[in-house]
C-alpha cells in the first residue's frame, strides 16, 4: 500500500496503521492538518472491500474535517479514522479499549468522535484507554435538558438549515411547504432530517438498504419509498445524498435533474470534476463538509462546555456561510465546491501566507 502516492493523499501530516491481534483491531488514523488545533474527528467502522478502500475513506475524510472545521469557524483540524469491520457482528469492549490505546500513543494530536458504525457506548470503551475522545458523556443544558453526545441531530439540523439557504438562492423563497425532497439514506442523520423537513410541509421521497429505515420514514414523515437505483434521478426540487460517498458518480450524474443537491452525506462527489459538471448542468450543490459541518460544532461547544444557545446559533450560521459560497461561485463563474475549498485553503494557510496562485493550485490538484 504506498501511502504517499495514494490519489488522495495531500499532504497529510501523520498517518498511522494499528493491529491488534487479541482484539482483531484493525485500523487507520489520519490526521491531515492542525494549523488551526488539534484533529477532532470520528471514527467509521465499515466492512471495507479492501486495505485499500478503508485508506482512501479515511483519507478523503480527514481532510473533509479540516475544511469543514475551518469553513465552521471552529479551532479545529482536520482528522478520521476507520475500523475495518461489521459493526453488526465484530464489535467488543476489547477491540474499542484496543482502539483507545492507538488513540492515546498519538498524544493529542487526534480526538476521536462518533461516526457511522459507532455508538457513544463504543466511545464509552474507548474512553477508557484515552482521554483523547469527545462525546461520550450526556450533558445537561441551560434549561436542565439532557443532551447526548451523539452528533447526529445537530448535523441533521445543520443540513435543514442548509437546504434551507440552498432552496432560497435557488427558487427565491424560504417556504419548503410543497418543496420536494429526494432523501438517499434514512439512517440516524438522514430521518432526523426528514422530521424536521416534514414538519415544515416538504414532500419526501425516501430509500435506504435498511427497509426498517424506510418503513419509519415513511410512518413518521408520510415519505413515499423508492428503490436506491431510481432515488438519484427522481423529479423533485431537492437530491439529499445522506448515506455513504460518492452518491454523485459516473453513474448518477447523467441522471441527476434536482435544481438542489444538499445532504448529509460526506465525500458526495466520487470525482472532484463533477462539481464542475454540476455547475454545467445548472444544479446548484451545497458542498458535503459545509452543510453537515453542525456535528463538529455540537462535539466542540460539549468539549469546551459552553451552552446550547451558543452551538444553535453556530450551526444555524451553516446557512450564511453556504450563502457566501453560493454568491461567490455566481460571481465569478466556478463551482461551488472550488469556491469552497478556495476559502477553506485561504483559512487553513493564511498564516503561511499562501498566495492566491497557490492557493488556486492546491484545489486544482485537489489538495
Known amino acids: ?31 491531515h492538518n492542525t494549523h488551526l488545533g488539534p484533529s477532532l474527528g470520528g471514527c467509521r467502522m465499515f466492512p471495507y472491500a479492501s486495505d485499500d478502500d478503508a485508506l482512501r475513506d479515511v483519507l478523503r475524510l480527514s481532510r473533509g474535517m479540516s475544511y469543514k472545521s475551518a469553513l465552521a469557524g471552529l479551532p479545529l483540524g482536520g482528522g478520521k479514522s476507520v475500523i475495518i469491520g461489521n ?21 493529542g494530536q487526534y480526538i476521536v468522535a462518533q461516526d457511522a458504525g459507532i455508538s457513544v457506548e463504543d466511545l464509552q470503551h474507548v474512553a477508557q484507554k484515552t482521554q483523547h475522545v469527545a462525546g461520550v458523556e450526556n450533558a ?13 441531530p445537530a448535523t441533521a439540523y445543520g443540513v435543514f438549515v442548509g437546504i434551507k439557504a440552498a ?28 422530521k424536521h423537513l416534514h414538519a415544515e410541509g416538504a414532500k419526501l421521497f425516501v430509500s435506504d438498504v435498511n427497509p426498517a429505515n424506510v418503513k419509519r420514514a415513511v410512518d413518521v414523515c408520510d415519505a413515499v419509498a423508492v428503490s436506491n437505483d431510481e432515488i438519484a434521478g427522481l423529479d423533485v426540487d431537492v437530491y439529499a445524498p445522506c448515506a455513504l460517498g460518492g452518491a454523485i458518480n459516473a453513474n448518477t ?46 462535539v466542540h461547544y460539549m468539549r469546551t462546555k459552553r451552552t446550547w444557545e451558543e452551538s444553535t446559533a453556530h450551526v444555524e450560521n451553516i446557512a450564511h456561510t453556504l450563502e457566501e459560497i453560493f454568491v461567490r461561485a455566481d460571481k465569478e463563474g466556478k463551482a461551488t465546491d472550488t469556491v469552497a475549498n478556495i476559502i477553506a485553503e485561504e483559512r487553513l494557510y493564511g498564516a503561511a501566507v499562501l498566495s492566491a496562485d497557490v492557493v488556486a493550485q492546491r484545489v486544482n490538484v485537489g489538495g
Open 253 to 298: 450524474i447523467n441522471i441527476i435533474t434536482a435544481p438542489v443537491i444538499a445532504g448529509c452525506a460526506n465525500n458526495q462527489l466520487d470525482e472532484k470534476i463533477f462539481a464542475e459538471t454540476l455547475r454545467q448542468k445548472n444544479i446548484l450543490y451545497a458542498p458535503d463538509y459545509v452543510i453537515n459541518a453542525g456535528g463538529v460544532i455540537h
Open 167 to 194: 432552496v432560497k438562492h435557488r427558487f427565491n423563497t424560504e417556504n419548503l411547504n410543497g418543496i420536494r425532497v429526494a432523501i438517499q439514506g434514512v439512517g440516524n442523520v438522514g430521518f432526523a432530517l426528514a
Open 87 to 107: 459493526p453488526q457482528t465484530d464489535k467488543s469492549p476489547q477491540l474499542f479499549q484496543a482502539m483507545g490505546a492507538f488513540v492515546e500513543k498519538l498524544v
Open 140 to 152: 445537561i443544558d441551560d434549561h436542565q435538558r439532557v443532551r447526548s453526545g451523539d452528533p447526529s
Open 1 to 31: 500500500m504506498a501511502v504517499f502516492e495514494a490519489p488522495d493523499f495531500d499532504g497529510h501530516e501523520h498517518v498511522a496503521f494499528a493491529h491488534d491481534k487479541e482484539s482483531g483491531l484493525k485500523a487507520i488514523v489520519a490526521i
